[in-house]
């Protein structure tokens, strides 16, 4: 009976992951199929400011509502849950004003900084709003189980994104890398508010200023713990972007950015569809005191079998597969992707510990590596370019020294689970 009972958990388990991985794996393969077109219809100081316009925007977009966001599929009421996701708007609207306020007073550097983009200005806050309002009914969504539609929306998305970016180049020679990102987004998020609206998950007319304040108390360890380490964590991750052009040039972030959004994008869709499920499984199981770490072993393990095969295929063929699939004028990307393939197949391992340093509340763990982590990585960066001058051998320190401390959270929190197993 209880084998049954624990076949039919990991069942359901796996079949909401599958879900959410489908829909993963037809935006990426719409997505893979388009870049092969755009990677020789675009430059790479073109894909170099809309990596570094998409890296800026989102690392402030995912602060915006001071992580707070990340509550809301928490709660056991439904409108404790709400008032969360009103709140983490609230919030999200009040950092898009102040970053607004931020680009108009910078406004001469930033233009200069994306090659003379006047408009950079309007649209970095316009993303920040809507990329912050993205992940805040993206967890509303996992909260009330929306896997199917969330599994259909991405491909939708990625399809748009294609479509945007390539039709304006080809058919009016206009560059349309960031408006056409920005355009699909806008419509994705538009469609996933409304069908909301539509199935009537909100709870307009409950909004109690008590309850507001009980759970800003309730889960402050969030903007007070998992703020910081996010905040550290985004900075640290961006660092390639705002270095490399400021050291080398906008053409280096756009080499080391096609790599990363070749490699990392199909990644971060599947790992992200594994978080979000695991984070609610795994907080509900830890409500009713049940241990997780059968949980955490056989989901890591997953994750590191799915992408043990690609990984090695690319770290021997990354840069024939490159100049093959992009052309040659990004050979030098298959390179980077030779370096940073084992740091993402760890990454991508290490994905469920990521959350469950939030459910049992060791944001204070994270916060501590994660400053270490922007501080030997800054330090990395510098250092190639000191000493050798090269962003190739900055890139491959920063990937040594996040390699160490990402083993470093996969471990501890194993220890951690089996000591109170």
Not at 160 to 185: E, N, R, V
Not at 349 to 362: C, D, G, Q, R, V
Request: hydrophobic share 50%.
């Amino acid at each position: 009976m209880f084998i049954k009972i624990k076949d039919k958990f990991f069942n359901d388990y796996i079949k909401k992951i599958s879900f959410l991985i489908t829909g993963s794996f037809f935006s990426q393969l719409i997505t893979f199929l388009f870049l092969t077109i755009l990677s020789r219809i675009y430059t790479a100081e073109d894909f170099g400011i809309y990596t570094t316009f998409l890296t800026l925007s989102g690392s402030l977009a995912l602060i915006s509502s001071l992580t707070y966001h990340r509550a809301i599929v928490l709660p056991k009421s439904n409108n404790d849950s709400f008032h969360i996701l009103i709140l983490s708007i609230f919030l999200c609207i009040i950092t898009t004003l102040f970053v607004l306020f931020g680009c108009i007073y910078f406004a001469n550097f930033l233009i200069i900084y994306f090659g003379n983009f006047t408009y950079i200005i309007y649209l970095i806050p316009l993303r920040v709003f809507q990329h912050g309002m993205q992940l805040i009914f993206d967890e509303f969504s996992i909260r009330n189980e929306f896997y199917a539609l969330l599994s259909f929306l991405k491909p939708s998305n990625s399809l748009l994104t294609s479509i945007f970016q390539l039709l304006p180049k080809i058919l009016y020679k206009f560059d349309s890398l960031i408006w056409g990102k920005q355009l699909a987004d806008t419509f994705i998020l538009m469609a996933l508010i409304s069908i909301h609206l539509y199935r009537k998950t909100f709870q307009f007319g409950t909004q109690n200023i008590k309850i507001f304040k009980n759970v800003i108390k309730r889960y402050i360890y969030f903007p007070k713990y998992y703020l910081p380490q996010i905040s550290f964590n985004t900075i640290s991750q961006a660092l390639p972007f705002i270095l490399l052009p400021y050291f080398f040039s906008i053409e280096a972030a756009g080499v080391y950015g096609m790599a990363i959004r070749a490699l990392e994008q199909p990644i971060r869709l599947i790992a992200t569809s594994t978080q979000s499920v695991y984070y609610q499984k795994a907080s509900k199981m830890v409500a009713k005191g049940e241990n997780i770490l059968n949980l955490y072993i056989k989901t890591s393990n997953g994750l590191f079998k799915i992408f043990i095969v690609p990984a090695i295929i690319i770290f021997i063929f990354g840069q024939e597969i490159f100049g093959f699939v992009f052309g040659s004028q990004w050979y030098e990307s298959g390179q980077v992707a030779q370096i940073l393939i084992i740091w993402l197949l760890i990454g991508f391992a290490k994905t469920p510990s990521t959350m469950t340093y939030s459910i049992f509340n060791l944001q204070k763990v994270q916060l501590v590596g994660e400053s270490l982590l922007l501080f030997f990585r800054f330090l990395s960066i510098i250092f190639g370019y000191l000493f050798y001058n090269s962003f190739i051998i900055s890139i491959t320190l920063y990937v040594i020294v996040s390699i160490f401390v990402d083993l470093f959270f996969i471990f501890y929190i194993y220890n951690y689970l089996k000591k109170n197993a």
